[in-house]
């Protein structure tokens, strides 16, 4: 990354943590198209997050591959017809993996930091 | 990774291009929205545009990325390393060759010896539901099989609710006229039902119609494929043409499909006709095959035999004798021949493990030197199963090259062996590559990959793959090598289980073929003819043809002595019979060998005591009998009988052609040394031997002593037998030598297998030792010139190395003399006059490993003796 950008004061999206992001979205606003998604997940942050909006694509691909989110077709506020992203019951008890997952992460590096001051 | 999502990732690489579609659809949507928030908050259209596009980020990167994401990677990966794999072994042309021929010789060696066990024990019979083929004997005395005779055979056959099929047989040969020299081809004699037993049904023509056996009926005959297309070329209209058996047209009513009975001895069939002196029950002579009806067990057929046994207490007065049914299969298999297979399987298999061990061996030594390469992809974030992955494809290739080569290797292998085992074999035993034998290479395959692929693998995986950045680069790995230490102690032990069972085997060969056959071996031939009742229908012509080839044949080039008999020495002998004397209830069974008068002079056999035969020993004249030591012993300890001479004894023999047995008084008139009749390792038997002029036979054996080297005389001795009948035939041509040879073949093959894989074994160990030595001693080049700096003397360094060899191969002499006890019980069976534990023998296999283990050490201490201290120092310091 340039430095010019670094300024900014934003992080990119943590590795690994986008499909938490997507699912835990999904979660708590039932279903939605990946624009809607991916300004969501902007708005949750604050700005605190550079995310590349093209970037929650793939993401969907492989989630709906992993059977942890299901397609509908719909239509979009411009007409146009697009996919409607939701939850399967397999997805909601992923998400619960990943979030204990990432609370032991999260609660570990802590420990460490808290050891090292 | 669930199935689910494997086939979905499947799918979709049949769908990408309506993926791509979606996604494009998408990514519109998407900046549409995205540019009509940015104008609603207030951007001109050109900004806003812009703005969607910059929050998107780059949209080709996304859509690789997507691309990447969706195809199946390990389809990809696997063809990667696959190329990978075929890259670096063409790298590494020595290596390849080495594992992949070590592959190719384990795998087709196994492969080649399963076709014989498939052929042999596993596979069922190639006829219709052989299970319920038996085979049917009297027993005399439990537990001996005995042909039957006539009239019990039509008893038998009239068991038509438990048999579907009965037949006899009877081996004829038959002379039949080709070009100069007439030849004889063996065939048989059979019921009507012969084919009906086996369920076979003929490929032109028919087999034999019920009534054709039935004396009157035309003479008819069946020839086997083969037959077919040597001597009628293939003719189909051959139906129309006639076969003249000993100048006695037949009229061909069938061809047999090709396959089995191509490998049966027999050529032709023609039907067993009973005459109607033949309907007694003394004589003995048909060997009955049958099929039982289907839902009929074989103890209900033994049952229902049992019951018609006591029927028949009236007519036959032998109370011990019985009646025996055994499955047809288990006859065609005896017990030596299955030890030797399996003995030989075992012996294989052994290799196959050496050879696999080899080249785990090898892709450890190789594995050693890449832990670089594999500690930088793995910092490169390979996975560890990629690792692993990668490894194991590697050596998939090297597994199906070494497979591939293996198949061609056992076509070889097998077309080279097949005529030499064949006579061993029995004919129902198909040797061919077949999808069985193709799916017993790739099992081999699988677990050749297995064994050599896994344990590299692991080893090389999770060694501290980390830590051999830096370790790599200065030496060895102490657990690789443990690993690689233990594989040559484990092939050391292998070898020396084999070159211990070689050994033995080899031992006893030895023994046998010191036997003394009690004749003579050397410059001595012999030939079988067959009289046909054409030409020879009296008992006086035949005596008169003996006495004259005899004369004639002495007088040939290069022959001293000429004599005529029943059977040759070491093959056995057809006929026995009881002994019996007046006035004592028990008899002594003997075997019977009718011989002229110039028998023993010609084998040189002596007379222990009274006299041989004589030309005055003729039809008319007082029978006469001659025994050997044998007998004489039998009849003193049994029967008090000190001196046999002048004894007269009653015996039952044969007349002439179907002339049945007929009970004769006969006066022993001499005592001679015994010979050996049934085989080198066959005991002692009691025989007796009868005057052919008084007891004259049409299938006799002429045996001719020579001056020279015997089959140099053979042109001459055929002039001098077509001078006195040209039609006669003279088959079955062989020196003693080679009859020797012959009766020794069952013990010679499996030595010579077993001997040929322990070569191959021992090679291989030697192989992996030098292997490891060789690799030792490149990785401890600095710690040797180190040594030598400090002081060592090369004489040090080489016997530290041959230290470290022999170190190995102790432990491996130790656990492979601990196998060699555990296949004490399998070889004992198999040995002749040797113990399974012969302390030689051990000894022996011992010191040749011992010797192997130290020229394969013997290169790699050299060389660890020429190295430089200051060059290796400098190298690496």
Redesign the interface.
Known sequence: MLAGNMSENKTDVPYGTLDLLILKTLDTMGPMHGYRIARRIEQVAENLLRLNQGSIYPALIRLEEQGWIRTQWGVSETKRKVKFYSLTRAGAKQLNVEVANWERATALVARFLEAES | M?L??AV??LL?LFRNRR?DG??E??????L???E??AIAAGLSPEEARREARR?????E??KE??RE??SVRWVENLLRDLRYGMASLARDPGFAAVTIGLLALGIGANTAMFTIVDAVLLRPLPFPEPERMVRLWETPTPGHHNNTTTLTFLDWKRQDTIFEALSAEEPVSAAVATGADPVRLSGKLVSADYFNVFGVTARIGRTFALGEDQPGATPVVVLSYSLWQTRFGGDPDVLKRDFVLDGESHRIIGVLPAGSFDRDEARFWQPLILAPIQLNRNQHWLQVVGRLRSGVSIEQARAKMSSLRASLGAVIPQKKLGFAVDPFAQLLVGDTLRRSIYLAFGAVLLVLLIACANVANLVLAKGATRRKEMALRAALGAGRGRLIGQLLTESLVLCLLGGMAGIAVAYLLLHAAAPLVAASLPFTADLSLDLRVLGFAALAVMAVLILTGLLPSLQTSFGKLSSSLNQAARGSSASSAAVRRTIVIGEVAASVVLICGAALLFKSLAKLEQVDAGVRIDHVITMSTDLPSTAYPTPESATTFYEAVVQRLRSAPGVEQAALSLDLPLQGTRWGEWISLAGVKEALLVRVKMVDPWYFATLQIPLESGRGFEERDRAGAPPVMVINQEAARFLSSRFDMANPIGRVVGIHLPGYGPIPESPVSVQIVGVIRNERTGGLHAPEEPVAYVPLAQVPRQDVSLVVRTRSEPLAAMSGIREAVRQIDPHLPLGEVRTMEQVKERSILWEKQPTWVVGAFAGVAALMAALGLYGVLAHAVTQQRREIGIRMALGARPGDVVSHTLRNALSMVIVGLAVGLAGTFALTRVLKSLLFEVSALDPVAHALACVLMTLIGILAAWIPASRAARVDPMTVLRDEG
């Open positions: 669930n689910r999502f979905g990732r979709a993926l979606e996604l659809g998408e990514i519109l949507a998407h549409e929205m995205a009509l928030n929050g998107f980020g780059g949209i990167q996304m990325n997507h994401q969706r």
